[in-house]
């Protein structure tokens, strides 16, 4: 089970800090990421972290936001700086197991809104 959190509303250049809190079947093996969608648009991929800490991000966010994990409370984070208008979204955490390709587990979703 995925719970985050952290959302809210901000003005551009402004900054955030997403939390996903992570229990039950996830575990510190599991390659975490975090997911948006805007508003009529499909769900994309924002960045990813394993547990060894290595990271893929996005080329819209590479350089603004920075995931990490605390592999000890079982939470990933998702600091996000220089916000801008078309970061707005419901920004997702989700969690695999590190042999698989497919995201099985899946948070509620935070709300971030970013005005210009």
């Known amino acids: 089970q995925l719970q985050a959190s952290g959302g809210g509303l901000v003005q551009a250049g402004g900054s955030l800090r997403l939390s996903c809190a992570a229990s039950g079947r996830t575990s510190s093996t599991y390659v975490m990421g975090w997911f948006r969608q805007a508003p009529g648009k499909e769900r994309e991929f924002v960045a990813d972290?394993?547990?060894?800490?290595?990271?893929t991000y996005a080329s819209s966010v590479k350089g603004r936001f920075t995931i990490s994990r605390d592999n000890a409370d079982n939470t990933m984070y998702l600091q996000m700086n220089d916000l801008k208008p078309e970061d707005t979204a419901v920004y997702y955490c989700a969690a695999r197991p590190y042999y698989s390709q497919s995201y099985a587990y899946w948070g509620q979703g935070t709300e971030v809104t970013v005005s210009s």
């Open positions: 972290i394993m547990s060894g800490a290595r990271t």
